[in-house]
């Protein structure tokens, strides 16, 4: 076993953990400059924002409709409207 076949599991291990990774991936899109996960209702927002303010001690956060879409995004964020 040279480098290459050692380089080549690699690989796939992070294509393996990549696809894992995706499926739990939410859904995104782009507001501005930065990517978004999206909400497809108002009380998913409001659920994953107080979940978000439980695990990180952080500030409230807002929840809003998107303008590109029909879907809710969290705001609160330093870069967010
Ligand atoms: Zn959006």
């Known amino acids: 076993m040279g480098l290459m076949a ?43 924002a107080k979940v978000a303010q439980y695990e990180h001690g952080g500030p409230e956060l807002g929840v809003y409709k998107c303008e590109y879409g029909d879907h809710w995004h969290l705001t609160g964020n330093r870069h967010d409207k």
């Not at 696809?19 to 994953?48: H, L, M, T």
Request: charged content about 30%; aromatic content about 10%; some cysteine.
């Open 6 to 48: 050692q380089s080549v599991c690699t690989n796939l291990l992070a294509q393996l953990a990549m696809n894992k990774f995706r499926e739990y991936e939410p859904k995104k899109c782009w507001v501005g400059d930065i990517q978004k996960i999206c909400y497809s209702s108002r009380d998913e927002a409001e659920v994953a």
